[in-house]
């Protein structure tokens, strides 16, 4: 038997917002791969409603029979939120995250992205600019 890495996707997966809608394209992607086990922890976004996966969806389906809390560490934890939220969790730690459309991003969000291994960005605008952002 072919040995799976565990990934753990932290993320509002269920909310209808662009960390959601972000948070499913990417889990979806990693369940047609087939290469690992996937556990979701899904998180809240603010007071979005939490109604975004349809129980009659057969690729919604795919995702909430994914939704566990982690037993063990994983070999790869995937954070989907701003990068001030960024936790590391497994072995390996991958955050994603939009960004944000300014020159000079938070210190927090500098605090967050040095915990984790590797920093996902949506644009490179947005990747430039945690980057350059010195305090």
Excluded at 5 to 26: E, F, I, N, Q
Excluded at 113 to 126: E, P, T
Aim: net charge positive.
């Amino acid at each position: 038997m072919e040995y799976k890495p565990k990934v753990l996707v932290t993320a509002p997966v269920g909310t209808r917002s662009g960390y959601g809608s972000r948070s499913r394209d990417l889990i979806r992607a990693l369940i047609k791969r087939d290469k690992y086990q996937i556990t979701i922890n899904p998180v809240p976004w603010g007071n979005t409603p939490q109604n975004a996966l349809d129980t009659n969806n057969p690729k919604d389906q795919e995702i909430i029979n994914r939704i566990a809390q982690p037993t063990e560490q994983p070999d790869v934890h995937i954070h989907c939120v701003v990068p001030n939220e960024f936790t590391p969790a497994g072995k390996f730690n991958i955050g994603v995250t939009a960004g944000l459309e300014t020159t000079l991003v938070p210190m927090d969000w500098i605090e967050g992205c040095n915990r984790m291994d590797l920093v996902l960005c949506s644009s490179k605008f947005a990747k430039e600019s945690i980057a350059g952002t010195r305090y």
